[in-house]
């Protein structure tokens, strides 16, 4: 085999003509995956159990893409059918997706963490993900192509205080992401997770509010920073285009140096 790489091009990362489905995809993390693949030139469907104050969309038509907002609560039996039958009736097809939606419950007396705070976990975090991505193959298997990033974590790779059930489903979307790389690389259809560490959103603000806690992270962090929502934009767009169609089965850590340390 001859390597040509004079066939390599810059529009191997462009998403033009292709469409998206990002879960949690209207806040936090989720906005900037989905303006990420806008400015890529992917249209998106945000799917969320939060409610849509146009942020996302103005984002997203302002980057020239379409922006398709649904309310669902994709833990509810039938919900993520509906919400790819949604995408593919909006836009034409389902091309990508992005398993972001998650939550985290703690509990510092291990004790006292229970099914109350199990389940639901695991309800979102991992076996949404998976009826997520089983509706997407159905359709990326016809066209024989198609990219599905699961949102992993730091802790995929550690223990973590105060939420075992965090810590356990991010390692599970580990392995279903290497598990459904196994069943789908044969149709063309790249399987790949990201895994962020810290970052500076809503959800870390009472920790970065705290001197102490603040400082216990960012000496942990060998780039000495948190992360910003743009740190990500740039790995998502890699792992929803054609630049990452031998990558398979990976998941990027984009975390600042967060494990190294």
Known sequence: MTLDISDFQMDFFSLKGKNAIVTGGNTGLGRAFSVALAKAGANVLAASIMPDDDTTRDLVEAAGSRYV???????APGAPADVVRTCVAEFGSVDILVNCAGRSINEPDV?????EQWDPMVALNLTAAFEMSHE???????????????????????????????????HGIAGFTKAYCDELAQFGIQVNGIAPGYYATELTAATRANSETNQRVLDHIPAGRWGEVQDLMGATVFLASRASDYVNGHILTVDGGYLVR
């Not at 004790?111 to 099914?115: A, G, P």
């Not at 193959?137 to 223990?159: D, E, P, W, Y």
């Open 111 to 115: 004790t006292k963490y229970t099914r």
């Open 136 to 170: 997407c193959a159905k359709h990326m298997i016809q066209q024989r192509s198609g990219k599905i990033i699961n949102i992993c974590s730091v802790f995929t790779f550690l223990g973590g205080q105060w939420s075992p059930a965090y810590a356990a489903t991010k």
């Open 69 to 75: 907002y649904t309310r669902s609560d994709i833990t």
